[in-house]
């Protein structure tokens, strides 16, 4: 009787650790429900119907219990992560880069690399050339996320 005990909380841990903490996967969910479902039937089958019983209906109250204190007390917050990015990307590129500003690709614009302008890294973009590393560019287009520059020697003099 004992093993049965064992086997269906343990089948009761594996379905609210799939309830709470890993829901979506449905493999541990369905372990846990399997492991319970054997644990009762096995009772059942040694024990007889009465016991058997009294077995379904402690397995069930025990796994209403458990997820009732699980939700309640919100034991997933103990696991969250609740930190929160404060992080921009790109922010202002307008203000400290202006159209006509030089500098020189880091990495391979391929045709969206690196950029050194104005003795600061910049992520870029070309108008779809590549551009080998170690290339002087200049800025023809800046939006607040986006730098598209030109190698200086395709610059058209009109």
Same mark, same amino acid.
């Given at each position: 009787?004992?093993?049965?005990?064992?086997?269906?909380?343990?089948?009761?841990?594996?379905?609210i650790?799939?309830?709470?903490?890993?829901?979506?996967?449905?493999i541990?969910?369905?372990?846990?429900?399997?492991?319970?479902?054997?644990?009762?039937?096995?009772?059942?089958?040694?024990?007889?119907?009465d016991?058997?019983?009294?077995?379904?209906?402690?397995?069930?109250?025990?796994?209403?219990?458990?997820?009732?204190?699980?939700?309640?007390?919100?034991?997933?917050?103990?696991?969250?992560?609740?930190?929160?990015? *404060?992080?921009?990307?790109?922010?202002?590129?307008?203000?400290?880069?202006?159209?006509?500003?030089?500098?020189i690709?880091?990495?391979?614009?391929?045709?969206?690399?690196?950029? *050194?302008?104005?003795?600061?890294?910049?992520?870029?973009?070309?108008l779809?050339?590549?551009?080998?590393?170690?290339?002087?560019?200049?800025?023809?287009?800046?939006?607040?996320?986006?730098?598209i520059?030109?190698?200086?020697?395709?610059?058209?003099?009109?």
């Amino acid at each position: 009787m004992t093993l049965l005990i064992i086997l269906a909380l343990a089948g009761i841990l594996l379905i609210i650790v799939e309830i709470i903490f890993i829901p979506g996967t449905t493999i541990v969910g369905f372990m846990g429900g399997a492991m319970s479902a054997y644990a009762v039937l096995k009772a059942y089958v040694q024990f007889g119907s009465d016991t058997g019983h009294v077995f379904l209906m402690s397995t069930i109250v025990s796994m209403g219990l458990v997820l009732f204190l699980c939700l309640h007390y919100q034991v997933w917050n103990k696991f969250a992560n609740t930190t929160t990015s *404060e992080g921009k990307a790109f922010e202002n590129l307008d203000l400290e880069v202006t159209i006509g500003d030089k500098g020189i690709s880091l990495s391979d614009l391929r045709p969206i690399g690196k950029a *050194e302008i104005n003795n600061k890294t910049y992520e870029v973009q070309t108008l779809g050339e590549y551009c080998p590393h170690s290339t002087a560019l200049v800025v023809v287009e800046v939006t607040h996320h986006k730098i598209i520059v030109q190698p200086i020697t395709q610059i058209l003099i009109v």
